[in-house]
């Protein structure tokens, strides 16, 4: 058009490559460049294919009209007239005020249609197109029993297997790092570099719904310092039931304890000193009067003048509940009790001990009944964190501040008890599949795997106080 007419001469192109969507990113470099250009009278003339592809907005594409007068900017178009474009009577202003108000209308129209159609879709549980999730590629197109036809996620060959095994990695005690270092050797998964995945991608991937099949929706873009609970975000269909898109990785009662076990990590503010006693039986260990164990670390001066670092388990409820809440102020050596226990679980993984274990863990709790546990755990530690925020406030002074402390303590029972339900009906999959090889390897594990091994086999350890021999002093209890 432009050549036909002669006497112009092109001096370049603003070029945009945008959705025409109301819901698409705007990133219209092109556009602001433009504008840049004709605030500085750089542009003289603007020419272009027709009026709604400089802008779908119609108070924007006014407002845009009127600057482009106000500057002395020609606009040429192939489709409206040169005149409604360049004049400013009221006839120009009604007739351009009304094709921009339809370019917008029909905007509208067209993402309330991509809209629907993506919500179709997904109450289908199909896929409606980009990158598909780490773990699974797009599939052939299929037809489903209510004759709806798209695109589902099939597990991947090779990705979807090391998620599985990423689960049995976080179950076992194993780290993020460790799980990338595993992709690389074992699957040759690395970032386009070269490197180990990163931990926050392996992160994201395993506390992702997508995890147990469920179809993602609409998440929101991440926020810092935002905290958003993911199965809030997922299709369900016209009954409100979770749509399953893909087959899953594990079974919601795993994925749920890999994401608290993930989220705890993550959370964890416990002190690490350098030099310090493992403590491989925390959690495990029991006083008598139903309080937990803590290590103890301290020095002793001997006869020669040497120090002497000693470790120790002993019951802190006098401390934390005042004197006379246990009468035994039970204390074990850390050294003993913990060659006790070991040498008592490797009797325990022997080929014949397994078997018996696996025939017992048969009869466990449904998975129903782990996330009711699981769900009764998180309630009971947002009661003791809502507890916690209210020391020094006005609500606990005084003689309230014990009332408080007795709260805090009846929450933290729950807690320990729930704790202990919930590792003693663990899955079939995460009980010792070959014990000698768990013995041979056992230094090279770290303080997390191990204790994890350990409450796989061990309920409670309950000692008692006095100065007899470990063994009289211990008691086990194997998980049933």
Known sequence: MLTVEGSWTVMGEYIDNDSAS????????????????IKTG?????????????????AKCIEWIGDCQRASVLLRSHQDSTEELNTATA?????????????????????????ASKRHLAEAGFHHGGTPPFGWVAGPRVTDELGRTGIRLIPHPVEHQALKDAVDMVLAGKSLAQIGRYWAECYGITTASGAYVYEATIYRSLVSPRMIGYRMRQVPEHQRGVKLDLLDYIARDSHGEPVISQEPVCSRSTWLRVRRLLEEAKTSKARKPWGSHEWLLTGLLYCQCGGRLYGLQKKRTRAGGYSETEYAYRCMTNRHRGAG?????????????????????????TDDALAKARARRKMARTDDEVHALLTQLDEATAE????????????????????LLGL???????????????????????????????????????????????RRVIQQINALPGRGPIEERIKITPVR
């Open 384 to 403: 003791k964190n809502a507890l916690l925020v209210k020391q020094g406030t006005g609500t606990y002074k005084g003689a309230m501040v014990t009332v």
């Open 408 to 454: 805090l303590e009846d929450a933290q029972a729950r807690i320990d008890s729930l704790q202990r339900r919930v590792d003693a009906v663990e899955s079939d999959e995460l009980m010792i599949s070959d014990g000698p090889d768990v013995i041979r390897s056992w230094e090279s594990k770290g303080i997390k795997e191990r204790r994890n091994y350990l």
């Open 91 to 115: 006839g120009a202003k009604l007739v351009t005020g009304i094709k921009a108000l339809l370019a917008e209308v029909e905007t509208d129209s067209m993402s309330e249609r991509q809209l």
């Open 325 to 349: 809440n246990c009468p035994g102020s039970c204390t074990v050596s850390a050294t003993k009790a913990e060659a006790y226990v070991l040498g008592w679980f490797f009797s325990q993984i």
């Open 42 to 58: 750089k542009v003289k003339a603007v020419a272009f294919w027709k009026l709604d592809r400089t802008n779908r907005i119609a």
């Open 22 to 37: 109301s819901s698409a990113v705007k990133t219209r470099n092109g556009w602001r460049q433009l504008n840049s250009d």
